[in-house]
């Protein structure tokens, strides 16, 4: 147990499907983040939130909208998602200045089918 | 955006054998981490490093952060099984305080 808690571990969904991913830290953190990691690719930056505000978008698709409703908790919900987004999402979390690293959950294992 | 260079991208090695993986930039960095992955779970911080020379062990790994401060590396001695997994460079360059990260190192292990 790493301080980050990301649920469900796994997801399996349709493409008309609407689902959301849930991340929640306990550490007293107040920036947070959503990484995808796909298969032979590095990890790709998706959203940054510091404070609950969003500060970074990576030029993600409309299809994936995060929300921050307070410091400790974020979500990742996914509609309409294709195929090729089928990968492992991790949240992580991590003082906004300062350069301690970050700290990850378990991730969520999603396939789109 | 801006990627470490991290090499190799993948070793097979025996077990007892030592490792060496390494890490650099084209910038300055302030801060030098490295991260393990395990199959199916998140990255977990192994050592940060802070100041250039500096050398830093974590039972059987030892890290360093380059004098020129664009480089760091890794290495491993007398691996075992549970060492294999992906081990990720990351750092911080000047007052960015977003990790920047290397593509990963895949450590296997042959029986």
């Known amino acids: 147990e790493t301080g980050v808690t990301q649920t469900p571990r796994h997801l399996v969904m349709g493409m008309t499907n609407k689902k959301s991913l849930k991340c929640e830290q306990h550490?007293?953190?107040?920036?947070m983040y959503w990484y995808k990691q796909s298969a032979k690719k590095p990890l790709e930056l998706m959203f940054v939130?510091?404070?609950?505000?969003?500060?970074e978008n990576n030029s993600v698709p409309s299809r994936f909208s995060p929300e921050c409703p307070n410091s400790s908790h974020l979500f990742l919900h996914l509609h309409t998602l294709q195929p090729e987004d089928s990968a492992l999402y991790l949240c992580?979390?991590?003082?906004?200045?300062?350069?301690?690293?970050?700290?990850f959950g378990s991730g969520t294992r999603l396939t789109v089918v | 955006g801006q990627q470490l260079n991290q090499s190799p991208q993948s070793m097979f090695i025996q077990e007892g054998e030592d490792v060496s993986m390494n890490c650099t930039s084209s910038?300055?960095?302030?801060?030098w981490l490295w991260y393990k992955q395990d199959p199916g779970e998140g990255p977990v911080l192994l050592i940060a490093l802070y100041k250039a020379g500096e050398l830093t062990s974590n039972g059987r790994l030892t890290a360093q952060f380059g004098i020129t401060r664009k480089d760091s590396f890794l290495n491993i001695s007398a691996s075992i099984p549970s060492d294999v997994g992906i081990y990720f460079c990351?750092?911080?360059?000047?007052?960015?305080?977003?990790?920047?990260w290397g593509a990963g190192t895949k450590l296997i292990i042959k029986p």
């Open positions: 910038s300055i960095f302030n801060t």
């Open positions: 990351a750092g911080y360059e000047g007052s960015n305080y977003q990790l920047i």
């Open positions: 550490l007293g953190h107040n920036a």
């Open positions: 992580a979390s991590s003082q906004p200045t300062g350069n301690y690293g970050y700290t």
């Open positions: 939130y510091n404070f609950k505000e969003q500060t």
